[in-house]
């Protein structure tokens, strides 16, 4: 079992850098998929940091949790996927599931199950 779930933290965390990477590189794509644009140059630096290191941030900590087998580093990116859920909750309260990215929510709820799952199993110290 902790071989799936570093393997399937490691794909989570995979999907969350590789979104962060197109933030940072094809940041025009990236806003394009998510239904987001910008008209000003500085908008462009507030997606890279902003948006880009938000997935890049919770990426980079589980794949080294992953790697170490550090539970402790799970929880971080849980904290950033449940703060990102609740902004959809509440977009979906006020301006329906269209907005809200009914998919998005579905993957987050995954991602916090998985990270969820994986912190009961692991051990609590890191090998």
């Known amino acids: 079992m902790l071989t799936l779930s570093r393997l399937l933290i490691g794909l989570g965390s995979l999907l969350l850098l590789l979104v962060g990477l ?3 590189f094809d940041v025009e794509q990236s806003l394009l998929q998510m ?3 910008t008209t000003a140059n500085h908008g462009l630096g507030t997606v890279r940091a902003d948006i880009g290191g938000f997935f890049l941030s919770g990426g980079a ?3 080294l949790a992953a790697l170490s087998l550090n539970r402790n580093l799970l929880w971080p990116v849980q904290l950033l996927l449940v703060v990102a859920l609740i902004g959809r909750l509440v977009t979906l ?7 809200a990215g009914v998919s998005s ?7 916090i199950a998985v990270f969820q799952w994986s912190r009961n199993i692991w051990p609590t110290t890191p090998l």
Do not use: S
């Open 105 to 111: 929510m579905g993957i987050e709820i995954l991602l």
């Open 61 to 63: 900590l589980g794949v």
């Open 93 to 99: 309260g006020i301006d329906g599931p269209e907005a």
């Open 35 to 37: 239904g987001i644009t």
């Open 22 to 24: 197109g933030f940072w």
